[in-house]
């Protein structure tokens, strides 16, 4: 190879490359006409789309309705205490997304209070920290989990308070 970069292949994020946005990529290859001549180049774009997530179906509540939207749900209840601020808060959003969508169809709701926007409830139920879930079945309060907490260790306590469901896979950890 040359100095002047002649036979290198060049991979550069570009948002210029063909305006597809940040997820276009355009390659820069050389191509000689004539073994004598200089090389010339061409762009090659590709274009890399996400595929979309489905929403999960978390419920954001303040001091005004949550008493009336966990005393509504007769299923169990797992109410995240957070506050935007909080790292550890925010490592769970994701997890509790998933946690979301695959308890959806067992009647599992998952709802979330800002502690800055809801005082009140996170008083009344005692909360010192962030994250803190508490889990309800039936509106009442069963037990809490403080920091954040590993998917499986939810999905195992889950599953415990939703034992007896004939909607439950088989599989489920004891």
């Not at 007769?74 to 925010?90: H, K, L, N, S």
């Not at 709802?111 to 800055?116: F, G, I, R, S, Y």
Request: aromatic share 6%; glycine share 10%; net charge negative.
């Amino acid at each position: 190879m040359g100095s002047d970069g002649e036979g290198a292949v060049g991979l550069r994020r570009s948002a210029r490359a063909g305006g597809a946005g940040p997820d276009a990529c355009a390659i820069d290859c050389p191509r000689a006409l004539d073994p004598g001549a200089p090389s010339t180049y061409f762009s090659v774009t590709m274009i890399f789309r996400k595929k979309p997530r489905p929403e999960a179906p978390i419920v954001h509540v303040a001091d005004d309705d949550f008493e009336a939207v966990v005393a509504g749900h007769a299923g169990v209840t797992v109410v995240d205490f957070w506050a935007v601020w909080c790292p550890p808060c925010r490592m769970m959003e994701p997890i509790l997304e998933e946690i979301a969508l695959e308890f959806e169809p067992h009647d599992v709701l998952v709802l979330k209070v800002d502690v800055d926007r809801a005082p009140e409830t996170a008083e009344s139920y005692g909360i010192r920290s962030v994250p803190t879930l508490v889990f309800f079945r039936g509106g009442e309060p069963l037990f809490e989990m403080v920091g954040a907490v590993p998917k499986p260790v939810l999905q195992r306590e889950i599953h415990a308070l939703l034992r007896g469901d004939p909607g439950l896979p088989q599989d489920a950890p004891d």
